[in-house]
Nanobody, 115 residues
Framework: QVQVEESGGGLVQPGGSLRLSCAAS????????MAWYRQVPGKQRESVAA???????SYVDSVKGRFTISSDNAKNTVYLQMNSLKPEDTAVYFC?????????WGQGTQVTVSS
């Protein structure tokens, strides 16, 4: 059993920054990748950023140059540094932890970008 918990969401003004954290705990022997997704009510969940265990990162075009994903493999933790936030970044952000043969999700953390 693996628990995935996000934190760091909140309300921020446009142009501001937030740093999301996601910690995976439990029965973890190895992690293939960790990723951040976001979802707006009524919309399809979108992949935002991902990082492999080897440190390779990827981003959706809309956040490139503004968001940075990083991880601390020893702590089974992934971060999403979000800078220059825009109202369209408003969403519930979910952490995805991909283990061999299993895929775990956090409950999400709300990010609201509004003036």
């Amino acid at each position: 059993q693996v628990q995935v918990e996000e934190s760091g969401g909140g309300l921020v003004q446009p142009g501001g920054s937030l740093r999301l954290s996601c910690a995976a705990s439990g029965r973890i022997f190895s992690i293939n990748s960790m990723a951040w997704y976001r979802q707006v009510p009524g919309k399809q969940r979108e992949s935002v950023a991902a990082i492999t265990s080897g440190g390779t990162t990827s981003y959706v075009d809309s956040v490139k140059g503004r968001f940075t994903i990083s991880s601390d493999n020893a702590k089974n933790t992934v971060y999403l540094q979000m800078n220059s936030l825009k109202p369209e970044d408003t969403a519930v952000y979910f952490c995805n932890v991909r283990l061999p043969y299993y895929n775990y999700w956090g409950q999400g953390t709300q990010v609201t970008v509004s003036s």
